[in-house]
């Protein structure tokens, strides 16, 4: 069986930092291009950033500069760094996995990241 299974998420004041982590299994990770999206409230779902198997990443525009993407093989995980947040990045985060060449993809069960003062 698969699971996506996310941490890190949490309150933070704006300008602040936190690191996401997607710990997955049931899948070989190595060959799984690996993302992260978000959902504000009353928003539809939008792509933050990936990274294919081989360790080329995307980023969104919007997003670039400040939100990174990392994966450790050997630990099943992939990573969201997001440093300089806004009250605008606040949103459920998911964790994606996606085997190239193939439809079928899962998600994780999302973490809420609260940026507030």
């Known amino acids: 069986q698969v699971q996506l299974v996310e941490s890190g998420g949490g309150l933070v004041q704006p300008g602040g930092s936190l690191r996401l982590s997607c710990a997955a299994s049931?899948?070989?990770?190595?060959?799984?291009?690996m993302g992260w999206y978000r959902q504000a409230p009353g928003t539809q779902r939008e792509l933050v950033t990936f990274?294919?198997?081989?360790?080329?990443?995307t980023y969104v525009d919007s997003m670039k500069g400040r939100f990174t993407i990392s994966r450790d093989n050997a630990k099943n995980t992939v990573y969201l760094p997001m440093n300089s947040l806004k009250r605008e990045d606040t949103a459920v985060y998911y964790c994606?996995?996606?085997?190239?060449?193939?439809?079928?993809?899962?998600w994780g069960q999302g973490t809420q990241v609260t940026v507030s003062s």
């Open positions: 994606n996995s996606k085997l190239p060449g193939v439809s079928l993809g899962y």
């Open positions: 049931g899948i070989i990770f190595s060959r799984y291009t």
């Open positions: 990274i294919t198997s081989g360790g080329s990443i």
